[in-house]
């Protein structure tokens, strides 16, 4: 899959970015109406991820195999399940716009707003991101910065071509007689599983 940059981390200045900076993060996504996970390893997502797919009716997923994603082995946890997992490129592309939920990645979060950054270089990945009703992302959970500053400063190191977006909180319009409404112009429900624990063979996310 196409990529903005292969390791964020490397534009990350070490004192700018942590743990540090997680609770307040999780507080300002919970107010956009995010939903947050913090699990220990990424297997631990398995049991949260099928409960919410339970919980909507899923019956096609389509997912981004990032290395958060395939160190858990949710597609083959969700495809046990009965469901029907698309995550080849071109199968997203035919599949993305009937599917229940999307299941991705980000590379960091923003303490400051709730945010989190999305590479969204691939095509297969914006789709997974804006037309599926309930959009799961994996984040390290110490992947998070203070503020859209220090943000914008990462991507000015790594970003020379592409398409790169914050998403913060679950899709919101108010364009129709200014009455707040949510989910028309993509997810209604963002589902952030935030990680702990990456294992050293799962690389970088």
Avoid at 57 to 83: D, W, Y
Avoid at 107 to 123: I, K, P, Q, R
């Amino acid at each position: 899959m196409k990529t903005v940059c292969e390791d964020w981390s490397k534009a990350f200045s070490p004192d700018k970015i942590g743990l540090a900076w997680f609770d307040e993060f999780a507080i300002r996504a919970k107010n956009v109406a995010a939903e947050i996970h913090r699990v220990k390893n990424p297997r631990d997502a398995n049991p949260i991820i099928a409960e919410i797919a339970v919980s909507c009716g899923a019956k096609k997923v389509v997912g981004i195999e990032g290395p958060l994603q395939i160190a858990a082995g949710i597609f083959a946890h969700l495809s046990s399940q009965g469901i029907e997992v698309y995550t080849e490129k071109f199968a997203i592309r035919h599949e993305a716009e009937t599917a229940d939920i999307g299941i991705s990645h980000v590379e960091f979060g923003v303490a400051e707003t709730g945010s989190v950054l999305e590479d969204g270089y691939a095509v297969e990945k914006r789709l997974v991101s804006t037309l599926t009703p309930v959009h799961i992302v994996f984040l390290r959970s110490a992947y998070i910065v203070p503020n859209m500053e220090e943000a914008l400063n990462i991507i000015s190191k790594v970003h020379s071509q592409g398409y790169i977006s914050f998403i913060t909180g679950p899709s919101r319009t108010a364009d129709i007689e200014r009455v707040l409404t949510i989910g028309v112009h993509g997810p209604s429900r963002l589902i952030i599983i935030a990680v702990d624990e990456v294992p050293e063979e799962s690389g970088k996310s």
